[in-house]
Antibody, heavy 118, light 110 residues
Framework: QVQLQESGPGLVKPSETLSLTCTVS????????WSWIRQPPGKGLEWIGY???????NYNPSLKSRVTMSVDTSKNQFSLKLRSVTAADTAVYYC????????????WGKGTTVTVSS | QTVVTQEPSFSVSPGGTVTLTCGLS?????????PSWYQQTPGQAPRTLIY???TRSSGVPDRFSGSILGNKAALTITGAQADDESDYYC??????????FGGGTKLTVL
């Protein structure tokens, strides 16, 4: 049973870079796509982007200028960096396995809360 | 900008049937958008219910079903139970490796 676990600082200062890692256990990161999704307090879900195990990426146009995703297959991990954060980036951040056959997210991490505040 | 629309809220009586919909601000939803549906209870991660319009994810009861109704994707819950009270999100695949979430529907069972 594949499980995902997000990790990273829970507090980031405005204008700095948010960095999160998702660790995949119980299965290989290879041959799958992996997404980041976020949810601001009291609001809906927003797809941030995905990374393929090969390193290919695609980002939400609304965040593209600030987002970088990377993958480390040797550690079965993938990561998210979001630059120049503001309070609007405060959210629960989820990682999810993304199936290109069917085009959906089938396994989700529990999420990690990131607060942007000085 | 593409907006995926959902009813903000809905209520259903225990044992009743409810259909939640997922539309587009411009245009019609078809199977080509591969609509998927997710259930989320407060403080929890989303749970995958339906993908590829009408395929139930593993372990999802058959009282959850997906379809296309008119120009929208639809999630129907037949025989609603108290623990179906949740937020429900649809997601559409817009092509070119890009997904858009709907705003979610808060379902109350009362």
């Amino acid at each position: 049973q594949v499980q995902l676990q997000e990790s990273g600082p829970g507090l980031v200062k405005p204008s700095e870079t948010l960095s999160l890692t998702c660790t995949v256990s119980g299965g290989s990161i290879s041959t799958y796509y992996w997404s980041w999704i976020r949810q601001p307090p009291g609001k809906g879900l927003e797809w941030i982007g995905y990374i393929y195990y090969s390193g290919a990426t695609n980002y939400n146009p609304s965040l593209k200028s600030r987002v970088t995703m990377s993958v480390d297959t040797s550690k079965n991990q993938f990561s998210l960096k979001l630059r120049s954060v503001t309070a609007a980036d405060t959210a629960v951040y989820y990682c999810a396995r993304t199936r290109y056959g069917g085009y959906y997210m089938d396994v989700w991490g529990k999420g990690t809360t990131v607060t942007v505040s000085s | 900008q593409t907006v995926v629309t959902q009813e903000p809220s809905f209520s259903v009586s225990p044992g009743g049937t409810v259909t939640l919909t997922c539309g587009l601000s411009s245009g019609s939803v078809s199977t080509s958008y591969y609509p998927s549906w997710y259930q989320q209870t407060p403080g929890q991660a989303p749970r995958t219910l339906i993908y590829n319009t009408n395929t139930r994810s593993s372990g999802v009861p058959d009282r959850f079903s997906g379809s296309i109704l008119g120009n929208k994707a639809a999630l129907t819950i037949t025989g609603a139970q108290a623990d179906d009270e949740s937020d429900y999100y649809c997601v559409l695949y817009m092509g070119s490796g890009f997904w858009v979430f709907g705003g979610g529907t808060k379902l109350t069972v009362l």
